[in-house]
């Protein structure tokens, strides 16, 4: 079960989002309970929670920040939303803790995300489909497309595939992560043809940016 | 120092020394406060040509932060010219893509940027060549002409009560004429794209001193923003517009510290917020007045003297609140501006104006503080008179109206309703003391026959040759005389030649007697201040003397 704590003191869930949130959340029930104040058994929250949202002023301070230790004692993927926040922060170490998130995003992504919980009830709360909204694998493999263009363009005239995505770069696990999106059920052997490919190819880093590119339009292709 | 192109890089990034340029290393500055202080400092630490930044920064890349850090380069004054510099961003999606992306996904719209000149985005394998050749810087009338209606930068915030008072501190302080200390300019992006459209050199225009030369002034401003900015400006209107005589300002910074506060009745002006909490800000449309705490320390303050003037400040435009607050006793109101409704100069330039005519008239109307404070003390003389309660009662009430009506007297008819009203206490006075015979002759309660009192050329003084005056209904003035010279054996002329006067200048008015208005003596007009609060001071002073008489 999904816990959120939203003490909705001005009444914002009803009147802020387009939507009644509160009659929304009715509609995952199974998966989601909304809870607006703090007299409730933490040890019974904490006994069937997968996840926890909580509103950054959530009242009183204490019970916010027992809920949010508990929350990562027990690992628990954890979003803190509020208002007054432009970015969205992930915990370093730990990208199942979102530290900040802006309330409007949290909850424009929010119903999109109980849909997709709903649809796969045996999988685990995947709490970066909710930072990245419902076009999850497209947004990230538009992520990964910048990042790989600004690393390809550092290798410019030195580009070596096989030591430049080295098996335990971010470089390597970013284009392993685009197979995953376009073959899930088969993403290692695809990735395995393509390695293979490349190795022998001795790209450069221009035309092996084109071939990203390339995967990046099907991924989009795939999930628009 | 020498030029240089920066580009902002994270680390592990090596595209500055490939290419020759400068790293400004980017160390996960997400807030706005915290990219504004970046970018000052870089742009200190530099002297930059050009910049160039990716438009994903940052641990959690969807944000585009690197857009972000773009438009604190634009609209950041303190960085000057600096600003103007051409701007490259690096993506591999097109700009309609971004700008797409942030529709879609309920983002921020700041990829306006990409729209606007000055700017390029580019492919990371073109930096180079576009570092090279993009030299596009725009000017600060550009910036205000193209770049400005281009952008799309929202209000991050939930309270208005909080803006309205870091903004219009900086509106109100730009129209006054100074540039605060007190106060920062708050880092948010919309803040500076809204200073940036809203924000051009004006010099007050009207200097002119609004009252209390004399004797300086003693205010209290009731604000919990009073140290960012609202006790300095207010200070420095005060005492630019005033005088050079000493102004003293005490500030109270909530609703517990005005609820303790002991020496409302000594002060010209108290400037006093609507809210004085930021909670009432989510619910203010909601609540009733009663429940606003600005409302029930302005009851308190009436309660001690509804002659204390009180201006509001509020940040609501809303027409039906500022009803409210003047049904509530407010003596004016000042509305705090707000960028959520951005007004054009000329009339924020008003809205500054009309603060000062506002303290203007709180000053003018500094008399009705002492007024009400003698009123109060009449009625309570009265209360101890014995066994006068119908009539004691009936001059209490008509003081009331009388001072009710001036309270709020503008037009110079009010004033003369005003002084109308308190000489019914004369009249009051007279029926009381004086009675009718059936021979048309006239008692006067305990003190015998009314005698035919005139005024005496001669003497100087009114005198009666022991005739009892016999008319259907003698002059006021002749009642109250045989009163004050018979019953209360008082033997000041020079008084009952005022009171002749006075319910001479209530004749003209009531009955429209033109010779009489104008009478003039020494060039002067001896009775047009039935039009101005003096008339009713004068009137007033003598009521003050018969209440004490009785």
Known sequence: MIYLFDDNEFGQMSNNYGVDMLDEL????????????????????????????????????????????????????????????????????????????????????????????????????????????ENYEIEKSLIIQDRLGIFLAGKIGNFNYETDFSGRSQEYKDLSELFYFLYPENHENEFSKFDEQISSAKEDAKSFL?????????VRAKYE | MNKVIGIIEEKGQNLADKFGFTKIEYLQEVTDDEIDQWVKQFFQDLTIEKIIIP?????????????????????????????????IFVSEQTKNEIIGNQLENNKEKTASILFTKGIKLVSAFDIQDTAKIFSESITEQELRMHVLSKLLITNQREEGHQLANEWGVFRLAKFAGIKLKTAKLPPDLYFKFQFAKTDINIQPRDEKFIGLERKGCNAVLIDDYADKGWAEVIKHILQSHISQHKTKLDILKSFEDASNYQRFEEQDIIFLDLRLSPQEDKIFESMSNAELSGVKIL?????????IQVIIFTASNKAWNMKRLLDEGADAYFIKESPEYIIKDKVSEE????????????????????????????KQKLDKLPNLTDFTNEIKNQLDIAYSLLSVAKLKEQFAYAFVSLYLIIETVNNQFVFKNSD??????????LLD???????????????????????????????????WQKSDHDFIKTIYFLIRKRNGFVHNVESILNKQKNGLYLNRDIYEPDGFKKLFDCVKKIINYL
């Open chain 1, 26 to 133: 009715l509609r995952f029930k199974g998966i989601i309970k909304h809870i607006y104040l703090s007299d409730i058994e933490l040890d019974d929250v904490f006994r069937d929670a997968t996840a926890i949202f909580i509103h950054a002023s959530f009242p009183p301070d204490d019970f916010k920040s027992r809920v949010c230790f508990r929350a990562e004692a027990q690992g628990l993927p954890l979003v803190v939303f509020s208002g007054g926040q432009v970015a969205t922060i992930l915990r370093d170490e730990n990208n199942n803790i979102i530290l900040e998130m802006k309330k409007d995003r949290f909850y424009h992504y929010l119903i999109p995300f109980l849909k997709l919980c709903q649809n796969n009830p045996n999988e685990k709360v995947d709490i970066k489909k909710l930072v990245y909204g």
């Open chain 1, 210 to 218: 084109k071939k990203l590119k390339s995967l990046i339009h099907k």
């Open chain 2, 55 to 87: 438009v994903r920064l940052g641990s959690d890349d969807s944000d585009y932060t690197g857009l972000r850090v773009g438009l604190h380069i634009r609209l950041t004054k303190e960085l000057g010219d600096k600003r103007f510099i051409p701007i």
């Open chain 2, 299 to 307: 009851k308190k303050i009436k309660t001690i003297n509804q002659g």
């Open chain 2, 351 to 378: 809205n500054y104006k009309n603060l000062k005519e506002s303290i203007k008239g709180c000053f003018d109307n500094g008399y009705l503080k002492e007024i009400y404070k003698d009123i109060q003390e009449l």
């Open chain 2, 440 to 449: 048309k002759t006239w008692n006067i309660l305990d003190a015998g026959n």
């Open chain 2, 453 to 487: 009192w005139k005024w005496d050329e001669l003497s100087k003084s009114y005198i009666n040759k022991k005739q009892k005056v016999q008319k259907e209904k003698p002059p006021e003035w002749k009642k109250f005389a045989g009163i004050y010279f018979q019953k």
